[in-house]
């Protein structure tokens, strides 16, 4: 069965570091990017940036310098890291299957598969 | 920046009938749009890319359609599980920026 498996709740300081997990089941990982979404407490949709099979990324500009993604290819799994949280970084975090790569290139259909979602939380 | 833009913030409509949801791009995107349902507590799901192809499973009561930088999402003869929340997304460029949603609900 094709899915994503997200890490646990998290509760964070200030100031601290998270790192949110999505493993990859059920298909072939190095031919799909990652996708990482979040979602504030009643808000919309935002969108944080993107890892390809081969590990480079585009990350959303009022993320830049804070985040990076990452893959272990050898467990099937993506990170995003988020460093200095403030409380406006509550949210739930997603990862998706995006863009269908192969042979060097990307085509994209759509973000088809979704993570169950982690929430993180940043209060003192 | 590239802005998405959807109407109405929220659209009230009785079970079975239509709804049609809209979606404007601040510029030229090609079809390059994707939309997005998704219900309380859950995952967004993805509908439909490239504007108007259905995703894999998506009953055909959803269709998509688009007009230079106008995109459409309609939902025919709604049904109980449609009443949601749905998202437009551009993947022209990066960012793939979100619209900011369509709440639908029931009137």
């Known amino acids: 069965q094709v899915q994503l498996v997200q890490s646990g709740a998290e509760v964070k300081k200030p100031g601290a570091s998270v790192q949110v997990s999505c493993r990859a089941l059920?298909?072939?990982?190095?031919?799909?990017?990652i996708t990482w979404v979040r979602q504030a407490p009643g808000q919309g949709l935002e969108w944080m940036g993107w890892?390809?099979?081969?590990?480079?990324?585009v990350y959303a500009q009022n993320l830049q310098g804070r985040v990076t993604m990452t893959l272990d290819t050898s467990t099937t799994t993506a990170y995003m890291e988020l460093r200095s949280v403030a409380s406006d970084d509550t949210a739930v975090y997603f990862c998706?299957?995006?863009?269908?790569?192969?042979?060097?290139?990307?085509?994209?259909?759509?973000?088809?598969?979704w993570g169950q979602g982690t929430a993180v939380t940043v209060s003192s | 920046e590239m802005e998405m833009t959807q109407s109405p913030a929220t659209l009230s409509v009785s079970p079975g009938e239509r709804g049609t949801l809209s979606c404007r791009a601040s510029?030229?995107?090609?079809?390059?749009v994707a939309w997005y349902q998704q219900k309380p507590g859950q995952a967004p799901r993805l509908l439909i890319y490239?504007?108007?192809t259905r995703a894999n499973g998506i009953p055909a009561r959803f269709s998509g359609s688009a007009s230079g930088t106008e995109f459409t999402l309609t939902i025919n003869s709604l049904q109980a599980e449609d009443f949601a929340v749905y998202y437009c997304?551009?993947?022209?460029?990066?960012?793939?920026?979100f619209g900011g949603g369509t709440k639908v609900e029931v009137k």
């Open positions: 998706g299957r995006s863009n269908y790569c192969s042979g060097g290139g990307c085509a994209n259909y759509g973000t088809d598969v």
């Open positions: 059920g298909y072939s990982f190095i031919n799909y990017g």
């Open positions: 890892i390809n099979p081969y590990g480079g990324t």
């Open positions: 510029q030229n995107i090609g079809n390059y």
């Open positions: 490239a504007a108007s």
């Open positions: 997304q551009k993947y022209d460029h990066w960012p793939h920026t």
